[in-house]
């Protein structure tokens, strides 16, 4: 909607770059979810076990990815996200403890990224590039705070219409790079994919939707997507992924609330994989959010003929 305000650049990057998928997982447990009030939570019943199986699924199939992590479970995680920097993937940030950046203040802001930032990079001993907030819940005064903590891309833009707990960034003065990426200096913002039909924005990037739609759907709009766009972005979390049966949920959860955490859940690894089978027949080619700015980054110096 702000595309209007948003200059766009005669030539595409990603004209060099190629058509690229990035799968990424946002790493928090089930009693981070929106829905659920984490205080009525048994914490212990941990689904982060859906890290590894997601890892191995991405190893088995020989491809990248990117992850944002919570601070708050970067030590608890540290040997599997040291492992993960050392495989080349690509370690962000998701947060602290998964509170919406659009119900807090920008001071809270700001001390939330630096503090989730720091100890990740504690963690890993590198730095960490990249940022998505919670819930995609970020508008543009929040995303110079992403800037001014020291992340070089940010992924939390999504078209999405009427959810209200998403936000939408305003990103006027950037330029747009090609796909659904955004650049203002070094600093990339890379859009979440929806597709639009019907005039909506139907989703085709969530997790919940390999959950929830009949493959035939999901197959349907995913082609359709990949047939217009050079971008496709995934997004998936541990608790869809987890081999462990559904925790006890606070009492009084509602149905449809135990419906759309549980239903699908022992078919997404298939999904995935089939989804990595499409993106692989629609020519796309896997790279993580940080090599990809490195790449764009690159050519932007290349075009202005520094070194
Ligand atoms: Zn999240």
Redesign the pocket.
Known sequence: MHEDRVKCDATSMLASAGRVAVLTM?V?DWY?LDYFDRRRCDVRQSLLDGVEVYRQLIAREGLVSSYFVLGELARGLAPLLRELAAEGQDVGS?GWD?RRPLTLTLEAVAEDLRRSKEELEEVLQRSVPGYRA??FSLDRRRLEAVRAAGFVYDSSRIEFGAHPLYGTIDLTGFEKVGGEIYRHGSFFEFEVSTLRRWGRQIPVSGGGYLRLLPWAATRYLVKRYLAEHELYVLYI?PFELSRKPDPPLPPGTRWATRARFSVGRPHVADRLRRLIGLLREGGFRFVTFAQLRRELAASVDAAAGTP
């Open positions: 946002d928090e981070h998701h998964h919670p819930c979390h």
